[in-house]
């Protein structure tokens, strides 16, 4: 009976002192909405974000914008790879790899003819930008912009792309 409650104790007392040595972050999941690009230019950008731990994300952005001729396009949906560095974790300063399909329509306004040409597209680039929380770790503000070229663009359609974005949101 006494080893029962002897090794009982150690093991409670092991339990105890990992929980203390290593923080146990429970909100893994943060949404955002890019109140940056909605001012500038009336898009609605939305962002998702998982954590695989303290300082590697996964996530995606999906944008609409009413006007097809405007900063990317009308429409964008793509993946990203996160990786923060610093003292703080999941925040601060932060890296990333991204990818985006995003279709749009340029203008041609020759002298001969006006017409319209649509595109879609796919672009891959890098990016970085800086990510503050408050304490409790609820509520993030996001500033981050990023370059990306385009795999297999149209003629008539620049070659890169630049994203940027001033993001508020929660994490879950």
Not at 43 to 65: K, V
Not at 129 to 158: A, H, M
């Amino acid at each position: 009976m006494k080893h029962f409650i002897a090794t009982t104790i150690l093991l409670i007392s092991a339990q105890f002192c990992l929980s203390q040595a290593y923080p146990n972050y429970i909100n893994n999941n943060e949404f955002k909405f890019n109140i940056g690009n909605f001012l500038a230019t009336s898009s609605i950008g939305f962002g998702y974000e998982h954590y695989l731990n303290e300082d590697t994300s996964i996530g995606g952005t999906l944008y609409f914008n009413s006007d097809e001729t405007k900063y990317n396009g009308s429409f964008g949906i793509g993946p990203n790879l996160r990786a923060y560095f610093g003292f703080q974790p999941r925040g601060g300063i932060f890296a990333e790899a991204f990818g985006i399909y995003y279709t749009g329509e340029e203008t041609n306004d020759t002298n001969l003819d006006s017409r319209n040409l649509k595109y879609n597209t796919t672009a891959l680039g890098l990016g970085g930008g800086y990510k503050w929380t408050t304490p409790s770790q609820r509520f993030i503000l996001e500033l981050s912009g990023g370059v990306g070229r385009n795999i297999n663009p149209e003629d008539f359609q620049n070659t890169f792309m630049v994203r940027g974005a001033l993001s508020i949101g929660f994490r879950f």
